[in-house]
């Protein structure tokens, strides 16, 4: 896992308690998705 991903998960912000999910799945997708086209 990405540093700067645990370091997110370790401060709290993966959790949206609107919604009561995670959001790190959806942050970790949307950096798969950057790598694959070369953006990230």
Avoid: F, W
């Avoid at 896992?1 to 997708?29: F, T, W, Y």
């Amino acid at each position: 896992m990405d540093e700067k991903l645990r370091l997110l998960i370790e401060l709290g912000a993966g959790k949206c308690e609107q919604l009561n999910v995670s959001v790190i799945p959806h942050l970790e997708g949307t950096r798969c998705l950057l790598k694959v086209q070369g953006v990230y």
